[in-house]
């Protein structure tokens, strides 16, 4: 488990062997308040031509839709916020 210390999340490293059998090793890029712990079970999903970009199937992992919603909210506020500079609205 990778940690950030400016952060409570933990970004999981995680081994897996491929189809082909060939073993692989990552580290998430995203960190979760609560990733699987060593010896869980979890699904794996890659690409065979680059197992090295892999991720848990998880929410936290595959980008949550909280994430997305909140990017949304965001961006129709800020298009609002410009509207009204440029007295649009």
């Known amino acids: 488990m990778s ?5 409570p999340t933990a ?3 995680f081994r897996f062997t491929t189809l082909e059998g060939h073993e692989v090793e990552v580290t998430s890029k995203y ?3 609560n990733p699987p712990q060593p010896g869980d ?7 065979p031509q680059k197992p090295q970009h892999a991720v848990i199937n998880t929410g936290g992992q595959r980008g949550s839709t909280m994430g997305w919603a ?4 965001g961006l129709v506020l800020v298009t ?5 500079a ?4």
């Open 11 to 13: 970004r999981p490293i």
């Open 3 to 7: 940690c950030d210390r400016e952060s």
């Open 70 to 73: 909140l990017t949304a909210v």
């Open 31 to 33: 960190g979760e308040t």
């Open 41 to 47: 079970r979890v699904t794996i999903l890659y690409t």
């Open 86 to 89: 440029l007295d649009i609205l």
């Open 80 to 84: 609002l916020g410009v509207l009204a």
